[in-house]
């Protein structure tokens, strides 16, 4: 073999030697690559199945419903879970019984049913009477009967009432069922449609939608939910023993919409209807001789239905009463074909305060007086009805005035007297009076479609301008049967005078509510005939307002401006056809004495 050739080989040699070894570096490499690749994957595929894998976590359900110990029970009504914010529990086992804190009761299972803590007294109302259980009896009164049960009634702990569950079913048309573990109790007291759906595997209820949510309980296959809220790839329901969660859409089938038809009879508030069309006016009596005017009063009224004179005030806390009522007064007013509905009022007597109110209608003898007395006042003059006009009602008070309302209704009911109630318009802030339980027990709700603006306003307005009036009577519907609303219209209205505040007035009121508005402003209540006298005195005409409808009219005098929006003929007739439009039971009027003779004659058109 030649040099060469030698050579040549040994060229090749090395060649493949270089070959194995790049090889060798290749495969390294890539082995390397499929290791980095694998420990990506594996780690990658770690943190996807931490964030994306259901949980196993399980809820705390003592914290979930707001349990402190194990002898507390949980409460569930209409699939919502009910907390107290101050603590108290809101159901409890006493003696083997189960029992309802009578808060949650009233506000959330039956609210006719109250508790007196100053008395020690459980009533419920019938529409012929009180039930009534004493604190720690078996015994109670259904009206004038004595009944028994094997369980204590009512329990209390300090001012805590609470209220044994059969009890309360008694008197409400709900369903019930204790569960533990923990423990817990499920009403049910709506009975309205409802979209229920089966399950169709078992499947873990959680906290909130989605799979890191901690699980509350585990609901079995072809379990029957409530569907309560659609969040697409998740779906709000609440099991049957009382769990609020959401599962899965996709574990729902046979979705549909169920009513249960209950067998339960509520009782039932009869009504005392007149067979007019209401146009009643207030009769404003502060004496004995007042009363003996009504001919006069009452002589250039026409289509005139009813009078309510104002008679009854209270003289106390304790629940007397001051009384002008008069007999010769209703005999002439049913000579004239006037029915009488005396008024009786929370001011203008011997009490003026919201405190003073409450005192009044926080005890039960205060209120079984109050009533009493006024019942032996109108049968004594023979007048037709009761016209209530409590206007110091807090909101603590509600509850109170409320039950008042229930008890003075069955004395009325009981004796042929018919019971209007006065209400403000409905607003956010007098909804404690509840339309919707007087509409119940009263015969006619009427509501004051005035004092849009009032004497204590901070800045000028109208009385009652047409948005106000109109308003108020769509939200009264709401709660108030067509056939049982009444109208009041004013017969007054008010002349305004602004003047811009001082640098030291505005310095006085920094931080307030008047601070707001830059006019200083006082007002006087007018008449009808006044308020024409005080625009030709100053010599200015008015001008149509489109957006109250009411005649308006502006000048300037005394380092002022005065303001005025009229109540007159053109005002009434626009509230008229409101009054009409809805088919009202009719129409009041604030107050006699305060009118153009005029009027009679429009309110003729729209009301009779």
Known sequence: MDERERRSRAQAKRRQMYRRARRRQRNARLVVVMVVVLIVAAIGGSFIWKRYSPSNEKADLKEYYGLTNDEDYAVVINDQVIKREDGIPSCRNIDGQVYLEYSIVRDYVNKRFYWDSNENVLLYTLPTGNVSVAVGSKDYAEIMEKKSEDYVILKTEGKTAYIAVPFIMQYTDMDYHAYEGPNRVVITNDFHEKTVAD????????????????????????????????????????????????????????????????????????????????????????????NSFVLETIAGTKGLTTIAPTWFSVADTEGNINSLASSSYVNYAHQSNLDVWATLRDFDGGISSFDETYQLLSYTSHRERLVNQVIAQALQSGIDGVNLDFELISTECGEHYIQFVRELSVKCRQNGLVLSIDNYVPQVYNGHYDLEEQAIVADYIIIMGYDEHTAGSYEAGSVASYNYVKQGIEDALKSVPSQKLVTAVPFYTRLWFERPKTEEELAEQEGTEAAGFPMAVTSTALTMGDARSTLEIAGVSTQWDEETRQNYAQWEADGGTYKIWLEDLASLEEKLKLIRSEKLAGVAEWKLGQEDSAVWDLILQYVN
């Open 199 to 290: 399950l169709k595997r078992e499947t873990a209820v959680r906290y909130l939608g989605g799979v890191k949510s901690p699980i509350l309980t585990t609901a079995k296959k072809a379990e029957v939910v409530t569907v309560l809220e659609d969040e697409d790839d998740w779906q709000k329901v609440a099991t049957a023993d009382g769990f609020i969660g959401y599962v899965p859409s996709n574990a729902l089938k046979n979705t549909q919409k169920e009513v249960v038809d209950r067998a339960f009879s509520e009782p039932q508030y009869s009504n005392i209807s007149v067979d007019y069309t209401i146009n009643m006016a207030w009769h404003n009596v502060t004496s004995d001789y007042a």
